[in-house]
């Protein structure tokens, strides 16, 4: 991540003078394309940029999240109609549709059957404010679940947009400032899925390796800890067990 610089909604970003990669231009959540080509922010938060990536976005860790095409989310199946299961990603979105065989290797006769309160970790296949946002639990090009699916036993925890985002980061430590899963993992075997809805899954051997997992990631988004203070959180979290 190169910069970082405030915006406020309706302001102009000319991402020529940002980005010099001259491949195609990644918008990210935040930004609109408007007919003559430059940038337009939708939202307040800071302004992102990955040149290596040539992507602009914006960070508005603590707004309302907006679905995004190939987002991955935590959804709860809500209800059920024919074809599709439509599920909540946050309290404030409409329903997303996520087709019944959007599943790997699902047919009529072995599709999923999901029940209402099920969860599952999705990817976003559709999305446009003037309809409902589509979700799917497999590659559409491979058919692969790559992970995605029903998720079972574990807890749920609520985060920050932007807390999301950096455990969704490739490089959790060097670009989003993230130590506290890897310092966890050389203590305790562990499952998580993470949302870019905000919401995280995790599992583990007990309720107090989850309950731990589920704090340590909370604490620090809500504290804004940097790589020390989520080791010595850590720490004091682990003598409770």
Known sequence: MEAQTVVLPGDRIEHNDLLGSPGPLRVGPGLRQIPTAALVSTVAGSLCTDEKKNALWIDNSYGRYIPQLNDVVLATVHHSSTDFYHCALTSHTTFAQLPQLAFEGATKKTRPQLSPGSLVY????????????????????????????????????????????????????????????????????????????????????????????????????????????????????????
């Open 122 to 241: 999705a990817r976003v296949s559709s999305a446009s404010k003037h309809v409902d946002p589509e979700i799917v639990c497999c590659n559409l090009s491979t058919g692969k679940s790559e992970g995605m699916g029903e998720l079972k036993g574990g807890m749920v925890f609520d985060i920050s947009l932007g807390m999301a985002r950096r455990l969704l980061m490739s490089k959790q430590k060097e670009s989003g400032g993230i130590a506290v899963l890897e310092e966890i993992a050389e203590k305790f075997p562990f499952e998580i899925a993470v949302g870019r809805n905000g919401r995280i899954w995790v599992n583990s051997g007990g309720v107090k390796e989850i309950l731990i997992i589920g704090r340590a990631i909370q604490e620090t988004d809500k504290e804004r800890l940097d790589l020390s203070g989520q080791k010595k959180l850590l720490k004091k979290l682990l003598r409770e067990i």
